[in-house]
């Protein structure tokens, strides 16, 4: 027996959780439900992450997490339950199939099954975020070697232990050199670990077009946050619909399970709600705990009664949909047909124990680490590098020397073209002469010479070496 934490949450999450419960409580699931309350009512009463601090016990004495979806009221001050849950216990992994019920549910794509893989803590998701001039706001884009470790070994796990083909890479690495690339090398050298699963790597760009076009070619995807975050819903949408669609949100302790349409509030309380996102979500969680028969069971009698064309109104079709049926009654069609299989729909067979291979983080040991020059980002209401150069060289000293400008990434000096659109955030990098390292008092000393010499320095960013490797990015068009 399994002790669950479960919220019904808002607008119609009490009538698809009923509902979810319902079924795979009928399809004999062990499970013991201990009720929390979160959402709108939480966030009005004045508390504005939405959740209780006994609620977190709840949840994080029970370590699985069934969750409706909730309503965040209007307005600002109210932060987001599900990026706040996700942050608090360390959900790293997103995991979201999307699996086409053609011909039953409409789509253009008859063959897609696939499952992406987000990573869930890092990336610009961080919400480090700053405006550092009249002109320009930064947002930090964050990804740690555990961060990228710990969801490409989820991929490749998961791929194992369900029987997939192929993981594939969606990255930007060709223009995020450090970051994005940080995250492809990773995935290169996990993949070599499983030479039974093929791999490849897509820049996000056309591998987004070419999912969105021809989706039956990929299998497996693993992405960082904020690629994940757009291309999940892009892909539960080109399978029919948002609607039906289930996540599972996976940490080393906890794991929550959701749908990943919002709460509708328009459809609540009528009875006309699709439950079959949560149950989705449900199925996750009982391979999560080990119930892998239950869960089969449960999905094939989903599958079942899809195909027998028993639908709720957002997917009913006149002339493809033989009833259109409430909530409800929806979930009575897929009980009754609990133990019996799809005959048109391929019917689902998980192994029996699905637990994934997931070794925690090893700190490697640390690289030789040189600090090798310095950037300032400078504050300057105008438009002329050359000016500007004129004036932050009068900080250079014999040891270290003004090496470029750039402006948003551009290098304007030395040699910029005068066609190059310049904003009030300057990037002077500093570089000592002879490559040989600097220490931080070369960096103070500069400082201080800046602020003498009025130079508005917003921002400083250390140049490093790893192990003789220069571990910044050039300036573009350096
Ligand atoms: P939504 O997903 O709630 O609804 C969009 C439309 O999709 C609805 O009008 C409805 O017609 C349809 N729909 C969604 N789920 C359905 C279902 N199960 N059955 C039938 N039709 C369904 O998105 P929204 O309207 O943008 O957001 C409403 C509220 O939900 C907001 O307060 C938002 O913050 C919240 N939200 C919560 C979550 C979550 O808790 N995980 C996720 C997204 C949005």
Redesign the pocket.
Known sequence: MQRITVAK????GPE?MDATLSIILAAGAQIEVDEIEV?EKVYLSGNSSGIAKESWDVIRKNKVFL???????QGGGYKS??VTTRKFLGLYANIRPCMTMHPYVKTKHPKMDIVIVRENEEDLYAGIEHQQTDEVVQCLKLISRPGCEKIVRYAFEYAKQYGRKKVTCFTKDNIMKQTDGLFHQVFDEIAAEYPHIENEHWIIDIGAAKMADTPEVFDVIVMPNLYGDVLSDVAAQIAGS??LAGSANIGEECAMF??????????AGQN???????LQGAIQMLTHIGQTEIAEKVQNAWLKTIESGIH???IYEDGKSKMKVGTKEFAEAVIKNLGQKPSQLPAVSYQKDVKLNLPKYQRKPAKKKDLVGVDFFVHWADTDPDRLAAIVKKIETADIQLNMITNRGIKVYPDGFSETFCTDHWRCRFKPLDRKSITKQTIIELLSAAEKNQIDIVKTENLYEFDNKPAYSLGQGQ
């Open positions: 949450g808002d607008g119609i698809i959402g969750k409706a979806p909730i309503t965040t009221p339950l599900n948002v609607g959701e749908a990943i349409h919002g709460s509708a509030p328009r459809r006309m709600a699709n439950p079959s996102g949560l709720t109104y957002d």
